[in-house]
Structures are given as C-alpha cells and as structure tokens.
C-alpha cells in the first residue's frame, strides 16, 4: 500500500485479556516502529526492528508486552493480560533504513481501550 | 538523557502571518537528526521537515523552514503565511544516530490555532 497500515482502527476489551496489533510497513522499508502516544502528549518509544531482527526492545513498559515481525514485514505488538493504564493510541512508523536522517512514517494508529 | 522540550503548549497566529514554534534539545551525541510532525485533529502523523546537527545550511520544505542553532540546541519550525489548515498539533523529535538506534525522542507540543 501506499502509507504504513494499521489494524484494527479500534479496539475495545475487558481487562486481563490478550490484544494484538498488526502493523503493515510501507513496501520497501527495513525499519518498522512502536510507539505509545496518549492524549495531548508525544508518542513514547516501544521497540523497533531492522528486517526481522530486534534492535531495541527498551521502551516495553513491561514483559506484557512483546513484538515480532517474523518475515521483515508485517510486525505485531501484543499485549498479555491488559490492564487499564494499557489504554492508548498505538503508532507503528516504518522508514527505509534506520539510520541517519530517514524520516520515519507513521500509520493513523490502533485506539487500544481496557474496560 | 536525550530530551526535547516544547515550551509553548499552545500558538495563536492570523492567517498569512509566519509563525515560530520554539523546540530545544539536549544531547551529549555529536550526530544527531532534528525533525518536526504535524498532528491534525484527525490523528495521522505526518512528517514535515529535517535537519541533521552537520548540515551548514538550515531546513527548508516549501512553507516550512527549520531554524537550527547547534550551539544553543534550538530547532524552531518557521510557518511562512499560515494557512487554515495549518491548526494542529506539532511535535519536534531527534534522533541520536549513534547511541539510541532508531528511536526518535518527542516532545511535548504545540497546538497552532491559526485565525481567520
């Protein structure tokens, strides 16, 4: 597709159950990224990976939460037994490298919502 | 610490009028990249402008320009002749290019209300 995609849009659940996040980076791009954004605030960091390698892992709030992107495509974010303060817009950005001045473009985001 | 900080939580300016929205950084790295987003009430992120800390020369994208000055760790975006659509959301982030990877830090930012 032309822009990076994001699904599902939305998301509603009741609290301690399992989520995933699917990410569909731009054609092309080797470097795909997580980030967190709350209301009125900058996206915060997750993780993010170059191909299907993990490079940084240290923004994960906790061991609730991981990633993969297992053929250097598609990735996926998921989130194990969810809490409440789980709830927030997820954004995945891709780029074509990860180095350097490479712009890093965003999806519209998944709104993840704990009940 | 990499940190950016977005002083201005809120901008009025009339429209066709240029605008300054103010953003430094803080960062022991000697390479590092500067870039600004705009975030309109419909959500998407969109990329506006970059500067790396080695280019001599500042920024420039169409109505965009990027004042950079490496000795006070200041990237301020210049709007030239705003425009109505120009209201939204805007966020600097850097980037260290050797000690923090890919990640890019954001700030806080500043919502721009340009006026009829």
């Known amino acids: 597709g032309a822009g990076v995609s994001q699904s599902p849009r939305y998301k509603v659940t009741k609290r301690g159950q399992d989520v995933a996040l699917r990410c569909d980076p731009i054609s092309g791009h080797v470097s795909l990224y997580w980030y967190r954004q709350a209301l009125g605030q900058g996206p915060e960091f997750l993780t993010y990976?170059?191909?299907?390698?993990?490079?940084?892992k240290s923004g994960l709030p906790n061991d609730r939460f991981s990633a993969e992107r297992p053929e250097g495509s598609i990735s996926t974010l998921t989130i194990q037994r969810t809490e409440q303060r789980d709830s927030a817009m997820y954004r995945c950005?891709?780029?074509?490298?990860?180095?350097?001045?490479?712009?890093?473009?965003f999806g519209d985001g998944t709104r993840l919502s704990i009940l | 610490a990499q940190k950016i900080t977005q002083t201005q939580p809120g901008m009025f300016v009339q429209e066709k009028e240029a605008v300054t929205l103010d953003c430094t950084y803080d960062?022991?790295?000697?390479?590092?990249?500067l870039f600004w987003y705009k975030q309109p009430s419909s959500g998407e992120m969109i990329f506006l402008i970059y500067?790396?800390?080695?280019?001599?020369q500042n920024a420039t994208e169409g109505r965009y320009s990027l004042n950079f000055q490496k000795a006070r760790k200041s990237a301020n975006l210049v709007i030239s002749a705003s425009q109505l659509g120009d209201s939204a959301m805007y966020f600097c982030?850097?980037?260290?290019?050797?000690?923090?990877?890919?990640?890019?830090?954001f700030g806080q930012g500043t919502e721009l209300s340009v006026k009829p």
């Open positions: 960062t022991s790295d000697q390479s590092y990249g």
């Open positions: 950005a891709s780029s074509l490298a990860g180095q350097g001045g490479q712009p890093q473009h």
């Open positions: 982030a850097m980037r260290d290019f050797y000690n923090q990877g890919g990640k890019l830090i």
């Open positions: 500067q790396g800390s080695y280019d001599e």
């Open positions: 990976f170059n191909y299907e390698a993990q490079q940084d």
